[in-house]
């Protein structure tokens, strides 16, 4: 069982920038994924990260304007946001699948532990 805490949310004006931070309990993920879910719409995949090598995917939505890191040491990860627009107002989730997963995962539906969500909400 892993822990997943995330913070950072907020509200903004379009094209300020926030930072969010998810803090695990337990470090036995390989992969480490933020997703989004919108009022009405399904959740759906913003970045992911390879745990162990560091590299990243993104959706297409929010290539060019979000970095997703981590921290070894304090297990955390975080999702640097820049130049939000309304469009991307949504509960945000970081999430890891199972413990034997190798790839990054891109579907929520091969995650297996969830943090209870941040809001992040960007006026016009």
């Not at 994924?33 to 009022?39: H, K, L, T």
């Not at 590299?55 to 946001?81: C, E, P």
């Not at 970081?94 to 539906?109: D, M, N």
Request: charge should be neutral; charged fraction near 15%.
């Amino acid at each position: 069982q892993v822990g997943l805490l995330e913070s950072g949310g907020g509200l903004v004006q379009a094209g300020a920038s926030l930072r969010l931070s998810c803090l695990a309990n337990r470090r036995t993920f390989r992969s480490l994924g933020w997703f989004r879910q919108a009022p009405g719409k399904e959740r759906e995949f913003v970045a992911a990260i390879n745990w162990l090598i560091g590299t990243t995917h993104y959706s297409d939505s929010v290539k060019g304007r979000f970095t997703i890191s981590r921290d070894n040491g304090a297990i955390s990860s975080y999702l640097q946001m820049n130049s939000l627009e309304p469009e991307d107002t949504a509960v945000y989730y970081c999430a890891v699948p199972p413990p034997a997963t190798t790839i990054v995962p891109l579907s929520p539906a091969e995650y297996a532990y969830w943090g209870q969500g941040t809001q992040v909400t960007v006026s016009s």
